[in-house]
């Protein structure tokens, strides 16, 4: 059978690629000095997508001693 017409072809896009923890490490030392904690979580979970709360973990992880 001939096909006429158009054909739509529905493509679910990637996920966003979460940054390595190498990156996040090297982004919350920049943001660390400059801004207070809360704010260099929210700033960089906005910036990579990952959530607030898990990086805020590892910048606490990344203050100590």
């Known amino acids: 059978i001939p096909s006429k017409g158009e ?3 529905v493509v679910d896009g990637a996920e966003a690629a ?4 190498a990156e996040l490490d090297a982004l919350l030392e920049e943001l660390i000095p400059i801004v207070p904690g809360k704010q ?11 959530k607030r709360n898990d990086i805020y973990q590892r ?3 990344l203050s100590r001693p």
Do not use: D, H, N
Not at 40 to 50: F, K, N, Q, S, V
């Open 7 to 9: 054909f739509v072809i």
């Open 40 to 50: 260099a979580a929210e700033i960089a979970a906005r910036l990579t997508g990952g």
């Open 18 to 21: 979460q940054p390595s923890s």
């Open 59 to 61: 910048m606490l992880e």
